[in-house]
């Protein structure tokens, strides 16, 4: 599994900006969990991150929009500080709810 | 190793799932406790009232992703069966291997060596805290059972596995009423008795066992294993030989101790037992409910488990048993590791 953090601007302007903004959310969401509004971590595997990268693409525009994927360093705990409200989830821990 | 897929486990009474944006998301009394994606979840298993959406059950399905159903006591009720499901190749597989005589002798050798090494883990923690002449006595039994581990390679068919697990098995209940260290007069054990149980522990021991067994049953059927063929126990018609099998390591570690522990903490007094005529006796309701109480306490239980190394209750040591055998089956792992507590 590869983990990567996702985080997009999107021009609100306009109504089509604004559906561009929920759509890629929801792309987001599909594949990891949102750590802050525009942030997402995700961990995928190779293939899945071919899909998340090709769904990104055709939901943004290049031209009003900025998606960035940033490959996040194994272990996650090591790497990433996080204060404050902290939702995050570990899912390959195990999950007994 | 292999990574253990990650199986989603919801206990929670009155849990609702449902599928969102590709994610199952957990909501109690329609408060959203959890989004996770579907791909990090290799299968569902839900305790009791709760419910699955049927949207999130086809999409389970589509993804050959098994639904289990549990009672809340965690008993087999059922499980989703996928159109093309990995379970006929396991089920091949379990089959292919218990007609396989070398094959069945191995799994049954560890199967075996596991429990003796947790009757022996039992004893000698008892021994720490036993009064008198008792730790030594424990001990050796302890040493004697250490003895049997060793002649375990030398066995060439599963009766003389068989035959080497009831010599440790003999040496191992001599002692047990020394483990106890309340109302000794009334709890004596003389011999394993089964039905009817002739006196107050073999009564407990039974109804525990009885409870420990579903549970085991319920893991292989969640990991899609037939219950009924074993390796270590023949086989009989309606009989969960492999269920039996998966239980042997935790009859000690989770059964014998959690009885231990309520009579030592004597909470568990003769005034929970009847007697009857013809020397035979069963427990009392409310001590039913205490036994009940203290185990569901007891599978809460975190322990690290020795192979995966992960933290893991204890109530899901049997489900870890399982899919660990599973990938024994399939050809995964070289042999099956017994679970063996600390």
Not at chain 2, 167 to 180: D, G, I, K, N, Q
Request: proline share 4%.
């Amino acid at each position: 599994m590869l983990d990567f953090l996702v985080c997009y601007d999107v021009n609100t302007e306009t109504s089509a900006g604004r559906r561009r903004l929920r759509r890629v959310g929801k792309v987001c969401t599909s594949h990891g969990q949102r750590v802050q509004n525009s942030v997402f971590e995700v961990s995928v595997t190779d293939v899945q991150l071919l899909t998340l990268r090709e769904r990104l693409l055709a939901e943004m525009d290049p031209t009003e929009d900025s998606i960035r994927l940033y490959r996040l360093r194994q272990p996650r705990d090591k790497f990433v500080e996080a204060y404050g409200r902290d939702r995050y989830v570990n899912f390959s821990d195990s999950l007994i709810l | 190793m292999r990574q253990l897929l990650n199986t989603l486990y919801i206990q929670t009474q009155g849990t609702y799932l449902h599928l969102d944006t590709d994610n199952i998301r957990v909501e109690v009394e329609r408060e959203r406790k959890a989004m996770i994606p579907l791909h990090h979840v290799e299968s569902v298993v839900v305790f009791g009232n709760v419910l699955l959406s049927p949207f999130l059950i086809h999409r389970l399905a589509r993804e050959h992703k098994p639904v289990t159903w549990l009672t809340e006591h965690g008993r087999f009720m059922a499980r989703t069966e996928t159109p093309v499901s990995g379970n006929v190749l396991l089920r091949v597989a379990q089959h292919g291997c218990a007609c396989d005589r070398a094959r069945t002798l191995a799994v049954a050798r560890f199967i075996a060596a596991g429990k003796l090494q947790n009757q022996k883990t039992t004893l000698l923690r008892s021994a720490r805290e036993a009064l008198g002449n008792d730790p030594e006595l424990l001990r050796q039994a302890a040493r004697d059972i250490n003895g049997q581990i060793g002649c375990l390679p030398l066995a060439e068919t599963v009766d003389e596995v068989r035959g080497i697990e009831g010599t440790a098995a003999r040496a191992y209940w001599e002692v047990f009423p020394l483990m106890l260290r309340a109302n000794r007069d009334f709890f004596w054990l003389t011999e394993r008795t089964r039905r009817p149980a002739r006196d107050a522990i073999n009564a407990t021991l039974n109804f525990v066992y009885t409870v420990l067994a579903n549970d085991c049953a319920s893991a292989c059927q969640a990991v899609g294993l037939d219950p009924q063929v074993g390796f270590l126990h023949a086989l009989r018609p309606g009989r969960s030989s492999l269920a039996l099998d998966l239980m042997e390591e935790l009859r000690a570690v989770v059964a014998d101790r959690a009885i231990i522990t309520l009579i030592n903490r004597q909470q568990l007094t003769p005034r929970d037992f009847v007697l009857h005529e013809g020397n035979t006796v069963t427990i009392k309701d409310e001590a039913r409910k205490l036994i009940l109480a203290h185990l569901t306490e007891r599978r809460k239980e975190e322990v690290t488990h020795p192979l995966t190394a992960r933290k893991t209750p204890l109530g899901l040591v049997p489900h870890v048993q399982a899919r660990l055998l599973a990938q024994h089956l399939r050809g995964d792992r070289a042999h099956y590791p017994p679970y063996l507590h600390r």
